[in-house]
């Protein structure tokens, strides 16, 4: 069994001026508010959800990027609205958001 039920890391790389990257569409924000988010819900700690920043996950030209584990799902998002679907529907009630799913 793993530690955490779910583990998710956010790319909030920073490329330089002019190359796309994750953060440069709001990553770290989104990542804040995930973590946020988590706490509230009392998600956080062991057996539960652990939120994580990462660094360059290769996969920029898709970003912004989020990936959950132990299922290794990868989430294309827009906003905090697609954040606050992928906390709810996949981490609350275990259903991925087909949607947001890139492969």
């Keep these: 069994m793993s530690y ?8 909030c790389n920073q490329r330089g ?5 994750c953060n440069n569409l709001g990553a770290t924000a989104a990542q804040t508010y995930a973590k946020d ?3 509230q819900l009392k998600l956080k700690g062991k ?3 652990r939120i994580n920043r ?5 996969r920029c030209d898709e970003g912004p990027i989020v990936v959950v584990y132990p299922e290794e799902i990868w989430y294309h998002y827009v906003d905090l609205e697609d954040i606050e679907e992928i906390i709810q529907e996949h981490l609350v009630h ?3 958001v087909e949607r947001l799913k890139i492969e």
């Design 4 to 11: 955490y039920q779910h583990h998710v890391f956010f790319c």
């Design 17 to 21: 001026e002019g190359e796309t990257c």
């Design 37 to 39: 988010r988590v706490g």
């Design 47 to 49: 057996g539960k959800v």
């Design 54 to 58: 990462a660094g360059c996950m290769d």
């Design 94 to 96: 275990g259903r991925p």
